[in-house]
């Protein structure tokens, strides 16, 4: 049970909290622990993969997750002799670059600019020149992790990146969901939507995916670079037809491309060569919180992993929620703690003034402006992006308490015009009440949590 109590014991408790669920999805121990080689198999999980003995052996992919995965695949075939065959290259974000055995980690964009860059245009372009030339013998291993949509830029032809950076742009500063940004990302590249592995030709392809997306939709996590594309040019248009107002904001040659495309049927199904394996999600990180919460003698309430909307609202009706359970028993004899997952989105206000945040620090601030008057008395409420980088900034979310209000009002601040044009970040700075990390090298969406005492 909790011994020491106060703002401080709840404030460690929820960061500890949240770093043992981002612990359990360490991109390296999912790895590792999903696959295993033999002399002439590759065994993922109970399925096995028979591998000749002339056969190459290629790992590509990309992701935030990416450079855990190479090492862990390093890791996993390492006493096998398929290791001495192994070679690939994997895009992975600037800071995340270190020196590995078989596999070449590509900077592929800077830090907290999620976004596709020139650099990853060509990070790409080697990949697709390392599968290309794999016959039916060999093995084509792809590790797919968030952020693999904009790790992983191959424009179609006829466009360029600065066509799909303003489309990117334009359903990111509008709150699209991840699910529309990937549909639209998919029909304006030559990798996603299943193109990777076509171009693999006749090869084995088995990916290794870890989720960053609400209840696993292989077709949408890093865009589906290996699973075939269930949606259509026109329902890509739709979704520019409902964000680009005036239809400049997007260029005529996007227009151009999908317009032309629009009558086409959904592609058709991938061969039996192609194998997708998830081997970590959202669930796992809230079941390893869930363990740990449960250690430290807190009550867990789970909301599960299915948690989306705008963030400031999410994080309003979660301060509502904690509160009511929190003075329905004003002596509670045992603490509790309230578990959520998922991925909120933001909606860009319009504004001339500088500003930075992400959707867990907008999440934060947006409970705190709802308990505000409150003070948090309590209470402590945490959210965290798992791979470390919320938004464009250097912080993974942010963590409020009793003493961040009582920061916040001895310096002057109030929530309210700091939500009013998405500048979380530079509230939870003032107050101490930034989660910093940097990377993690898994993500599985956000895990947010309450504490109630």
């Not at 390296?28 to 198999?41: C, H, I, K, S």
């Not at 037809?241 to 199904?269: G, H, I, K, M």
């Not at 929190?326 to 933001?346: I, K, N």
């Not at 009793?402 to 920061?407: F, G, P, V, W, Y």
Request: aromatic content about 4%; overall charge neutral; proline content about 7%.
């Amino acid at each position: 049970m909790i011994g020491r109590t106060g703002p401080a014991r709840l404030r460690d408790d929820a960061l500890t909290i949240w770093h043992a669920g981002v612990a359990a999805v360490d991109s390296e121990r999912l790895v590792r622990g999903a696959v295993r080689a033999t002399a002439d198999n590759l065994e993922v999980f109970s399925r096995s993969i028979p591998i000749g003995p002339t056969a190459r052996v290629v790992a590509v992919g990309g992701g935030k997750a990416g450079a855990g995965m190479a090492a862990g695949l390093e890791a996993a075939l390492a006493s096998s002799t398929l290791f001495q065959r192994l070679n690939g290259w994997v895009n992975v974000p600037d800071d995340c670059v270190r020196p590995l055995s078989r596999i070449h980690l590509h900077a592929a964009r800077p830090p907290g600019l999620n976004v596709p860059t020139a650099a990853g245009v060509a990070g790409t372009k080697a990949i697709l020149d390392r599968v290309r030339p794999l016959s039916a013998d060999d093995l084509c291993l792809v590790l797919l992790s968030g952020g693999g949509s904009a790790l992983l830029p191959a424009p179609a032809p006829g466009l360029s990146l600065a066509d799909k950076l303003a489309v990117t742009r334009l359903l990111m500063a509008n709150g699209a969901t991840i699910n529309e940004l990937n549909c639209v990302r998919k029909h304006l590249s030559s990798f996603k939507g299943g193109r990777l592995a076509r171009a693999a030709g006749e090869a084995r392809v088995v990916s290794l995916i870890i989720s960053d997306v609400i209840d696993d939709p292989l077709d949408v996590i890093a865009s589906g670079p290996t699973v075939a594309d269930s949606s259509t040019a026109a329902d890509a248009l739709a979704i520019l037809e409902r964000f680009a107002s005036p239809r400049t904001e997007v260029p005529e040659s996007v227009w151009t491309l999908l317009n032309t495309r629009r009558s086409e049927p959904a592609d058709p199904p991938l061969p039996s060569t192609v194998c997708n394996f998830v081997i970590g999600h959202n669930q796992t990180a809230l079941a390893a919180a869930a363990v740990k919460a449960a250690e430290l003698g807190y009550e867990v309430h789970s909301l599960g992993s299915r948690n989306q909307g705008e963030a400031r609202d999410v994080g309003v009706r979660f301060a509502h929620l904690v509160r009511e359970l929190r003075d329905a028993s004003p002596a509670t004899p045992c603490p509790v703690c309230v578990l959520a997952g998922g991925e909120p989105t933001v909606r860009l206000k319009p504004t001339n003034h500088p500003r930075r945040g992400g959707r867990n620090q907008e999440l934060v601030l947006g409970a705190i402006d709802a308990l505000w008057d409150d003070g948090l008395e309590r209470l402590a409420v945490l959210s965290g992006g798992t791979d470390g980088e919320d938004g464009p900034t250097d912080a993974a979310g942010a963590v409020a308490d009793s003493e961040l209000i009582n920061a916040a009002r001895a310096h002057g601040l109030t929530p309210t015009p700091f939500l009013a044009i998405n500048n979380s970040y530079e509230f939870f700075e003032h107050t101490s009440g930034l989660i910093k990390t940097g990377p993690t090298h898994t993500n599985v969406m956000d895990v947010w949590l309450a504490l109630i005492r």
